[in-house]
């Protein structure tokens, strides 16, 4: 068939991260920014808005130091 073209479906994961584990990979991922690969911006995003609703200014100085 010319010009048909199958899209692959969406790959879906849904993952309830514990506040452990949220903080670990945070800590992580901004540990290692330099060498993430793109693609990876939303994720990071979303865990680093995590870490800054439910700690103070003063907690995530020390948590990133």
């Given amino acids: 068939m010319i010009g ?5 479906p969406e790959i879906k994961l849904t993952y309830n991260f514990t506040s452990d584990e ?3 990979l945070s800590k992580f991922l901004r540990s290692k920014e330099n060498e993430l690969p793109e693609g990876l911006e939303s994720l990071t995003k979303a865990l680093e808005e995590s870490i800054y609703n439910c700690l103070s200014l003063d907690e995530i100085k020390d948590f990133y130091s």
Avoid at 4 to 8: C, S, T
């Fill in 4 to 8: 048909y073209k199958v899209e692959k």
């Fill in 22 to 24: 949220i903080k670990i």
